[in-house]
């Protein structure tokens, strides 16, 4: 029986970089996990002691990316486009979700994975924290919600 999970073939964390629709290739130093939970549904037929278990509805989580500050303004104007729309009197155009790829590289730069994640949208935007007083670079972050994603297959 082979083993799975050889620790040499782990995929390191270390670099990744985001391709987002209309927005073009953004990097950053930090994402949250990609995550999916299916809820579980149980139910007892006749005088059944034993329940049957059926997936139910999907919860995927939301993704956080964290990057140094820079002057590209692209992440913060679709925030400001989404916030344009909800103050209206309703959203009815969708064109602020967009369809991005997670993409994982290894240390030569090549794909080893590549994450598509579909009708995104940030729900939250953070300039960053100002201090005077530190020398650290300043780090802006996104939380982005979206539908659903799925690993895509590569192509070779």
Do not use: C
Not at 118 to 146: M, R
């Amino acid at each position: 029986m082979p083993i799975f999970g050889n620790p040499r073939s782990f995929f390191r964390k270390h670099s990744f970089i985001l391709e987002v629709e209309h927005l073009g290739r953004v990097g950053f130093a930090k994402a949250s996990e990609l995550s999916v939970e299916a809820a579980k549904i149980e139910h007892w037929e006749g005088g059944s002691v034993i329940p049957t278990k059926v997936p139910g509805r999907l919860t995927f989580s939301d993704l956080t990316l964290e990057r140094g500050a820079t002057t590209d303004r692209a992440l913060y104007d679709w925030f400001a486009e989404v916030v344009q729309l909800a103050s209206g009197l309703g959203i009815t155009d969708h064109a602020y979700k967009r369809s991005l790829d997670l993409v994982q590289l290894d240390r030569d730069g090549l794909t080893i994975r590549r994450w598509s994640i579909y009708n995104a949208w940030p729900t939250k935007f953070v300039a960053g924290d100002w201090d005077n007083a530190a020398d650290e670079v300043l780090i802006e972050s996104v939380t982005l919600t979206y539908d659903y994603f799925e690993l895509s297959p590569l192509a070779g």
